[in-house]
């Protein structure tokens, strides 16, 4: 098992505010790592590809695996604070959602990836949802995705703190200011 504490996972439904708050804490000089999802969903549409969430869902999912493990790995080195657009389990909370078979390499990496115990969940907020060419989930489908996410991260051990829903500056300043008092005792990862 490799744990990374100064990982921290940014996760909820689609179309909660996710990647405004990853810019938001990117633009005061915190480490981010962009969602894989939205990354794969551009990358096969430029390449006719048909790993896609409306076209071929395993192929998808095996993708959005492949390339959080890659994403976790790829900054196993550093020791500043990371903040996560969607970390591994995120993919076990898709299965769920698409019902499909348990997935053994899904379990290992699991197991095998942990980030900190704490994650950010930020809660359905149907005033700011909107779909577009990537997002075609409707708003009962985002709920549905929270629900499955929340009990995704409780079932595997990790501790949700939910973001409350207010304007991007404030909800980086809830952020930084959860992670600074859980690194009051330790030495600080973050600026």
């Known amino acids: 098992m490799r744990t990374k504490n100064n990982y921290h996972i940014i996760t909820g439904g689609p179309g909660v505010?996710?990647?405004t708050l990853i810019c938001e804490l990117?633009?005061?000089g915190y480490n981010c790592v962009h969602e894989?999802?939205?990354h794969i969903i551009k990358e096969q549409m430029e390449t006719n590809g048909d790993a896609l969430p409306w076209l071929n869902t395993r192929k998808y999912s095996d993708l959005m695996l492949s390339y959080s493990i890659g994403d976790f790995?790829?900054?196993s080195d550093v020791d500043e604070l990371l903040f996560f657009d969607r970390g591994i389990p995120d993919t076990y909370g898709y299965e769920v959602?698409?019902?499909?078979?348990e997935n053994a390499a899904l379990k290992d990496a699991i197991k095998t990836y942990r980030y900190s115990p704490t994650v950010f969940i930020l809660p359905p907020w149907v005033e700011i949802y909107s779909t577009d060419d990537e997002r075609k989930q409707d708003f009962s489908e985002a709920l549905r995705t929270y629900e499955v996410m929340r009990n995704v991260?409780?079932?595997l051990g990790y501790k949700l703190i939910e973001v409350p829903k207010a304007s991007p500056a404030e909800r980086a300043d809830f952020v930084i200011n959860s992670v600074h008092s859980m690194y009051k005792n330790?030495?600080?990862l973050i600026k």
């Open 36 to 38: 894989v999802a939205r």
């Open 17 to 19: 505010g996710k990647t």
């Open 186 to 188: 330790e030495k600080p």
């Open 73 to 75: 790995i790829e900054y």
């Open 97 to 101: 959602l698409m019902k499909f078979p």
């Open 26 to 28: 990117r633009q005061r």
């Open 153 to 155: 991260y409780t079932e």
